[in-house]
């Protein structure tokens, strides 16, 4: 934490405590790490199981709803750009077994069933060799859409879309993509790591999700800070300043030392090929110019940036990019049960929130709010009226998660961090009572930070759980 920070004493026994956590890590700095080749896309097979029957009777799939299908999941994958579909058709086991050698080990699997018991007879192999699966069922195209919840409860990787709207086929195959996505990320950490213990192990986050993560030398970044052209630096400020509603505290030298570690921060993701980015650091940078306005830029970007080494929350971030294409905002919540709400407030969040392709909200500059006024961050005006998901990941098997709808946005904060939202939820005073109460830990940060996105993502959240064998716990 920063000397100047007023909330030193109250956080500062947490942070000592990560420092010692993180001596006993096993870094790979990213100095030393070797370039990596990912494919364009990441692979998911599309089984069609069992054949379409009339369209006048029996408890079948008919052709022309196969052919919708088949239309719409090509649409699908024009529009993700980043999933390959490899199709098959099975009748029996062997055939689903010959199926999944065409698709690769581990690869997640969505499951289109066509006729009456044609899954329940041919999903064997799937099963044992512990795929993903989405099982799709269209109403009356069979009797198999009672099994994949028992599957699931027996311990298997499986979750049911059972719908007409064809639409949620593309939601299917967003929410498989983060399973293969995630195994081909790479996470810069600036040291410390802090939150729940198993998100600050690299080897549990490489062995649970695939994802590796590297830690970078402050000396190494501050002399890519220094290589950023002026150049640069006065565009990017620029930027922020001529799109700003208003610019209150933030001196221009402010603006301009924010706005290098803005320049800095994008290229040092780039030089890596990294998506996910946290620094444990970041209340100390304000002699070199705070993160804040490169953490926004990143996330709008589509590359989450985590605020005080926060590593479930990046992960949550990471998530819901890779299933929704939405980035996050990652803040303290602090409630009024007088009006049954909750305030979510940080200083720094994306201008996008919408979705990386989204519109930028309003914004103002200001001066961090802990550290006298000093430095340059922004503070959004996020939309009124907007339902939102607010959640985190822990333990690397556990996404607390509500939902919630924004009533109040304040034109200028006062108290707390500069970027606010207000938001009504279902019973504050019971969220008082229970929140965080899942987690074995005194660390202040780790107990305050959620994650909030726009969209109601409860029920995608249940689905991903038994996807990957998660655990769901409602907060609100």
């Not at 581990?106 to 329940?120: D, M, Q, R, Y």
């Not at 080897?203 to 640069?232: N, P, S």
């Not at 299933?323 to 407030?345: E, H, I, M, Y």
Request: charged residues 20%; contains cysteine; hydrophobic residues 40%.
């Amino acid at each position: 934490m920063c000397e100047h920070c007023t909330r030193r004493e109250f956080l500062g026994s947490s942070v000592l405590s990560a420092l010692a956590a993180s001596a006993s890590w096993s870094y790979t700095w990213a100095s030393q790490a070797a370039p990596v080749q990912r494919p364009e896309k990441v692979k998911i097979g599309v089984l069609w199981s069992g054949s379409p029957g009339p369209a006048d009777r029996g408890w079948n799939t008919d052709p022309p709803h196969v052919e919708k299908m088949q239309k719409v999941l090509t649409e699908v994958e024009q529009k993700l750009g980043n999933v390959e579909l490899v199709h098959g058709k099975s009748e029996n086991a062997e055939q689903t077994k010959n199926f999944l050698g065409t698709i690769g080990e581990g690869t997640p699997v969505l499951a289109i069933n066509l006729s009456c018991f044609a899954l329940t007879r041919l999903v064997g192999p799937i099963l044992e060799a512990r795929h993903p699966m989405i099982v799709f069922s269209l109403p009356a195209s069979g009797h198999d859409w009672m099994y994949p919840h028992r599957w699931q409860r027996a311990g298997h990787r499986v979750t049911l879309f059972a719908t007409s709207d064809l639409a949620e086929l593309e939601h299917a195959v967003r929410l498989l993509r983060v399973i293969p996505l995630l195994k081909q990320t790479r996470i810069l950490l600036f040291p410390p790591a802090r939150g729940t213990a198993p998100a600050c192990s690299p080897e549990l986050i490489k062995e649970r999700l695939g994802a590796e993560v590297l830690a970078v030398e402050q000396a190494a970044f501050d002399e890519m800070m220094a290589a950023v052209e002026e150049d640069a630096v006065r565009e990017e400020a620029q930027r922020w300043i001529k799109g700003a509603k208003q610019i209150i505290e933030p001196t221009e030298e402010d603006i301009y030392k924010a706005a290098r570690v803005s320049v800095a921060l994008n290229r040092l993701m780039d030089k890596y090929q990294a998506q996910g980015l946290a620094v444990g650091t970041c209340m100390g940078w304000l002699p070199r110019g705070f993160p804040c306005l490169g953490f926004a830029r990143l996330r709008d970007r589509g590359l989450p940036a985590a605020c005080e080494g926060d590593m479930d929350s990046l992960l949550t971030m990471l998530i819901f990019r890779y299933a929704f294409d939405k980035p996050g905002f990652q803040g303290n919540a602090t409630f009024d049960t007088s009006r049954n709400v909750l305030w979510t407030a940080h200083c720094t969040g994306p201008l996008k929130l919408d979705s990386i392709d989204g519109p930028e909200h309003p914004y103002l500059l200001r001066g961090h709010s802990e550290v006298g006024g000093s430095g340059c961050v922004p503070e959004v005006q996020y939309r009124v009226g907007e339902v939102i998901t607010r959640t985190k990941f822990v333990n690397l098997d556990t996404l607390l998660i509500s939902t919630a709808k924004i009533v109040e946005v304040p034109e200028k904060s006062v108290h707390g961090c500069r970027t606010q939202l207000v938001s009504e939820v279902r019973d504050a005073a019971k969220m008082v009572v229970n929140w965080s109460s899942a987690l074995q830990t005194e660390d202040a940060m780790t107990l305050l930070h959620r994650v909030v996105f726009y969209g109601d993502h409860l029920q995608s959240a249940y689905h991903l759980a038994r996807l990957m064998g998660w655990n769901v716990i409602e907060e609100g």
